[in-house]
């Protein structure tokens, strides 16, 4: 019976519809023979899942905390608040296109400094996870566990992390940099006035950053076997032997 569901817990890792009984079993096998024949358990699975999420966490952090970590990638670069996107291309118009520049790179700076402290923010929210979300997670798709993470936690993170961001972003001068640009903004004849929060917007989008970094490196830590950096890591989601 432990064997048999070993195995189905195996074949949900592998991917059950691309191999075949015998890939299946000898990955079972292998695995087996490195373990001493035991199976994975409930809880491994579990502190598996919640390993690979603090190792993604910490990977995609470090990533985004170095400089032009946010401001040289192109997939979580921040760029000037969408909803007042009026005010970038005004002012680009009357000659400011320099100093809206400056608060982009200034905004990505401060998202950069920010993501140095994420790391126990989030940690704290994945130990909450519990073992039956750990096995739903293992059957789902390959951001499966970030997704859980980024739908549950969402809330809580962000009252923890708007804080961090607010003080990285006055640390920048990306707080100053903008009050100049809206004030001299709303100076402008005929215009209508604006005054968005800028601290929420740069936390939302500092964390949309992480958790896709998160993915990433989850992703890479299902697919790839040398970024299971921990024993448990490789036993949860070991795919050794698949031809």
Do not use: H
């Amino acid at each position: 019976m432990k064997k048999l569901l070993y195995t189905s817990l195996l074949a949900l890792t592998l991917g059950a519809s691309a191999c075949t009984v015998a890939d299946i079993q000898r990955t079972v096998d292998g695995v087996m023979a490195g373990t001493g024949g035991a199976a994975v358990t409930r809880d491994e699975v579990a502190s598996g899942l919640k390993q690979a999420l603090e190792v993604g966490i910490t990977k995609g952090s470090n990533q985004a905390a170095q400089t032009d970590g946010f401001y040289g990638n192109s997939l979580i670069r921040i760029p000037f608040p969408p909803d007042v996107q009026k005010v970038e291309n005004t002012l680009r118009q009357v000659g400011l296109g320099k100093e809206v520049d400056r608060f982009v790179m200034t905004l990505n700076r401060g998202a950069e400094d920010a993501a140095k402290s994420a790391v126990p923010i989030f940690v704290s929210a994945i130990k909450q996870m519990t073992i039956q979300d750990a096995w739903s997670i293992l059957k789902g798709d390959k951001d499966a566990a970030t997704q859980y993470l980024k739908r549950t936690t969402s809330s809580q993170l962000q009252a923890a992390f708007m804080p961090v961001i607010r003080q990285s972003l006055e640390k920048t001068n990306a707080t100053r940099y903008y009050t100049d640009l809206v004030t001299r903004y709303n100076q402008i004849p005929l215009v209508q006035k604006v005054n968005p929060n800028l601290d929420e917007y740069a936390t939302q989008k500092a964390m949309d950053g992480l958790f896709q970094l998160v993915a990433q490196e989850e992703a890479n830590i299902r697919e790839n076997p040398i970024a299971r950096t921990t024993e448990l890591l490789r036993r949860v989601f070991s795919k050794e032997n698949q031809s």
